[in-house]
């Protein structure tokens, strides 16, 4: 059983309590207008070229290139995309690590072995693993082996998940599951369409199961400026998660500026949205206090 990865993040303390390792599964079935991770969308291999690290006078990508798909102007490098098969020579080669092949192959067990390197850590600290991505759930089986090797070995887990789903793959997982972080954008269906590409009713209605499933489930809203900061989605989003049990937190997550670049590395447009001010952020989060929710800014 293989699954596709962009990273391990060791030492993670924003995915989880504690101390943990976070698994990056690639892909998802939204395109968030504000993604701070452009690389998970997709569930196949790209490449990543960050022009301000590639050396003027070096060529060696150009030559090991077997397919002819690099070239180089008076602009620097060209990637024809058409022609390139991701085959990797490129960054094996490349000194300083400007290209990149992002998105690997790695099976169950040499994840798992990741995974368990940080053990020490995770019983010092009540921590453990977290799968996040992308969207965890669109490689369902994958996780759920992951999963099932991980409650065996007594390793705390958590599922950072869209909500996008079948809900018969959560009820493939959530026996396994210790924690779910569950995005929630916004309130407003065509609002959601026209900002990640899909309605957000399904998305909706899973929580509500998994809420009544028993599950514990900390809650992630990105506050993302001319989208879903007003008093209105604030209101109508806590008067939806005072029907839905087991919410156990708010996580209030502002938007940050720090995927910017990737889009650039990656050839994809950027839109420019600037972080909520710090007045609107605290009147948001006291409406979901008044409420009767705990919550915390930040991951």
Known sequence: MNGMIFDIKKYAIHDGPGIRTTVFLKGCPLHCWWCHNPESQSSEKEIFFNPEKCLDDCTDCILACPNQAITKDNLGININKS????????????PTKALRIIGR????????????????????????????????????????????????????????????????????????????????????????????????????????????????????????????????????????LKTVPGIHRINLLPYHKAGNQKYLNLKRETRDVQPVPEDKLTNLKRIYEKFGFSVKTGG
């Open 83 to 94: 022609q390139c098969q991701l085959t990797g020579e490129c960054a094996e080669v490349c």
């Open 105 to 240: 192959r790695i099976s169950v067990e040499d994840c798992l072995i990741e995974i368990e390197k940080d053990q020490v850590f995770y019983r010092n600290s009540k921590g453990g693993v977290t799968f996040s991505g992308g969207e965890p759930l669109a490689q369902v089986q994958f996780l759920a082996n992951l999963l099932e090797r991980c409650h065996h070995r007594d390793i705390h887990t958590v599922v950072d998940t869209c909500g996008y789903a079948s809900f018969e793959k959560f009820e493939k997982i959530m026996d396994k599951v210790d924690l779910f972080l569950y995005d929630l954008k916004m309130m407003d269906e065509e609002k959601h369409i026209k900002t990640t590409g899909a309605s957000n009713r399904l998305i909706l209605d899973n929580l509500k199961k998994l809420g009544k499933s028993g599950n514990k489930i900390h809650i992630r809203i990105p506050l993302i400026p001319e989208v879903n900061d007003t008093h209105e989605n604030a209101q109508k989003t806590a008067l939806f």
